[in-house]
Nanobody
């Protein structure tokens, strides 16, 4: 079965950086479109970034120029490099596999907290 395991969250000061990783199993990773979402307390889950099987990327407006999504098909890992972090980036970050015709597969989430 599909399994997505995130790591790399934590507490960081505003202006700092963090790198999140998501290890995928149970899929042919190199064909998968992967994404990062985030959900702050009391808010909906929002799309942060996506990366296609071909390596094309897209970002939410609030993170453009600060976050970078990447993938390592040899290791079945998708990463999110986050820089210039702001307190409003505080959220639980979820890795997702986007599958056509069905709901995304989700990881368990990792907490990112940015202090001011």
């Amino acid at each position: 079965q599909v399994q997505l395991v995130e790591s790399g969250g934590g507490l960081v000061q505003a202006g700092g950086s963090l790198r999140l990783s998501c290890a995928a199993s149970g899929i042919i990773f190199r064909f998968a479109t992967m994404a990062w979402y985030r959900q702050a307390p009391g808010k909906q889950r929002d799309l942060v970034a996506t990366i296609t099987s071909g390596g094309s990327t897209s970002y939410g407006d609030s993170v453009k120029g600060r976050f970078t999504i990447s993938r390592d098909n040899a290791k079945n890992i998708v990463s999110l490099q986050m820089s210039s972090l702001k307190p409003e980036d505080t959220a639980v970050y979820y890795c997702a596999l986007l599958a056509t015709g069905r709901a995304p597969y989700w990881g368990q989430g990792t907490q990112v907290t940015v202090s001011s």
